[in-house]
């Protein structure tokens, strides 16, 4: 019996990791099926984002597809920050590990634009591609 007690929790972890993976699994094709309409996409657990012409959409992965998705056009984005750990960060010399957040300041919105990603590398990138985009206005 006392076998029995202790592989009962490994089993608990075992199930909880399936469903876990299940879950991230239906997450990913939703995700999939959404960025086809975009030209450069992005997808990690914080936030997804896409790119088409001059239009960013970004929101919350869910299993059903992206939720809570806003817009804003490259034309209204006066400026672009990297955020690491919340203290702004070159985008040239970004470190390697933090929490980064990708800052949108716009001349129409009172409060910046705050797209969260999971690598600092990858934030880097995208921030450098958007501020390439935003100087060919």
């Known amino acids: 019996m006392s076998r029995g007690l202790f592989w009962l929790p490994l089993l608990a972890i075992f199930v909880w990791l399936t469903w876990a993976g299940w879950n991230e699994y239906q997450k990913l094709e939703a995700y999939k099926t959404w960025a086809a309409?975009?030209?450069?996409?992005?997808?990690?657990?914080?936030?997804?984002?896409g790119q088409k012409g001059r239009e960013l959409t970004w929101g919350l992965p869910t299993r059903k597809g992206p939720v809570s998705l806003e817009t804003v056009?490259?034309?209204?984005?006066?400026?672009?920050?990297?955020?690491v750990n919340e203290q702004p960060a070159a985008l040239e010399a970004a470190p390697n590990q933090g929490k980064a957040i990708l800052e949108l300041t716009c001349a129409d919105r009172a409060a910046p634009i705050r797209?969260?990603?999971t690598e600092v590398p990858l934030a880097a990138k995208?921030?450098?591609y958007l501020q390439?985009?935003?100087s060919l206005q």
Do not use: T
């Open 73 to 83: 056009s490259l034309n209204d984005v006066q400026s672009i920050r990297l955020l």
């Open 115 to 117: 797209i969260p990603f």
């Open 37 to 49: 309409q975009f030209e450069r996409a992005k997808y990690d657990i914080y936030a997804v984002l």
């Open 126 to 128: 995208w921030g450098e």
């Open 132 to 134: 390439a985009n935003l």
